[in-house]
């Protein structure tokens, strides 16, 4: 059984860091993708950020060169280093990961809350 855990949230000032790190368990194929999604109170979720099989980020606009997904394939995670941090990157940030196995999995984490206050 797949299952993704995130670590890092917490309380941060404005103009703060955190990383976020989202560790995989459980046999995982044909990885496509691994994302960071986020969740605002009272707004969709949205796709923070990806990175492909083969290393490639793409990011929202949003948190371009702020913003930073790499991963440690050795150990089945993926990383969310997150700078220069404002107000509105407050929210519960959420990975997943995209498969293109046979059923096109794909798998969540439970969340973990980032808050930027000063």
């Known amino acids: 059984q797949v299952q993704l855990v995130e670590s890092g949230g917490g309380l941060v000032q404005p103009g703060g860091s955190l990383r976020l790190s989202c560790q995989a368990s459980?046999?995982?194929?044909?990885?496509?993708?691994m994302d960071w999604y986020r969740q605002a109170p009272g707004k969709q979720r949205e796709l923070v950020g990806y990175?492909?099989?083969?290393?490639?980020?793409n990011y929202a606009a949003s948190v371009q060169g702020r913003f930073t997904i790499s991963t440690d394939n050795a150990k089945n995670a993926v990383y969310l280093q997150m700078n220069s941090l404002r107000p509105e990157d407050t929210a519960v940030y959420y990975c997943?990961?995209?498969?293109?196995?046979?059923?096109?999995?794909?798998?969540w984490g439970q969340g973990t809350q980032v808050t930027v206050a000063s």
């Open positions: 459980g046999n995982i194929f044909g990885i496509v993708t």
């Open positions: 997943h990961i995209q498969t293109a196995d046979s059923n096109l999995s794909e798998y």
């Open positions: 990175i492909t099989h083969d290393g490639r980020t």
